[in-house]
């Protein structure tokens, strides 16, 4: 079974989607840190029911050979909502159209990921990336220190979402499939009301 693990909001630099994630929601969020392989850096922001949210950048101080994930390398504009993450039991089983999994580990957080070799999402992010906790470890979702905050719905919005929907096996409540522009909105409950992220 296949379920929302977190969300990813894009940003050219990492400090300027933070300040838009905090602008919007209300609370704070807390560093993560660096990505060696990939050369990015992230903040995070703890969410109710083992959800959490980041912000990801590429980190100015690194340097890489080759593409970087969540194509992070095109990205332009304000910060946005740009990709979805989904917890996979056997991540082996992943449809090839995720991309190879691809072994991470950053301080005592060890997963497996599908990124696709030029560093792409697919279909432009509709297709969410996938992921694989290693054994014993408490993903962020489960360790953060809790924000009040708690995703409602996340609508994912594409031409052909219900092609895309048929490849894979998600059992979510909380993610909506809608035919439509490409994009994604969160709506999310905070101690300050409800706000949306898209």
Request: proline fraction near 10%; charge should be negative; charged fraction near 20%.
């Amino acid at each position: 079974m296949i379920k929302l693990d977190h969300l990813a909001v894009a940003s050219s630099e990492l400090g300027q989607g933070v300040a838009w994630v905090e602008d919007t929601l209300g609370v704070p969020m807390v560093s993560g840190g660096k990505h060696a392989r990939y050369g990015t850096h992230n903040s995070l922001l703890g969410l109710a029911d083992g959800l959490y949210l980041e912000v990801i950048a590429v980190d100015p101080d690194a340097a890489i050979d080759g593409p970087r994930w969540f194509n992070l390398d095109h990205f332009e504009g304000p910060p946005r909502l740009t990709n979805w993450i989904c917890r996979m039991p056997d991540i082996s089983a992943a449809p090839d159209i995720a991309g190879p999994p691809v072994d991470l580990e950053r301080n005592d957080l060890r997963w497996q990921i599908t990124v696709p070799d030029d560093g792409s999402l697919p279909h432009g992010g509709a297709f969410p990336t996938l992921i694989e906790w290693g054994a014993g470890v408490s993903p962020p979702g489960e360790s953060l220190p809790q924000s009040g905050c708690r995703l409602i719905e996340l609508i994912v919005s594409h031409p052909d979402s219900q092609r895309i929907a048929s490849l894979i096996d998600l059992n979510d409540p909380l993610v909506r499939w809608e035919v439509g522009p490409p994009g994604f909105q969160a709506t999310i409950e905070t101690p300050h009301g409800i706000r949306v992220l898209q």
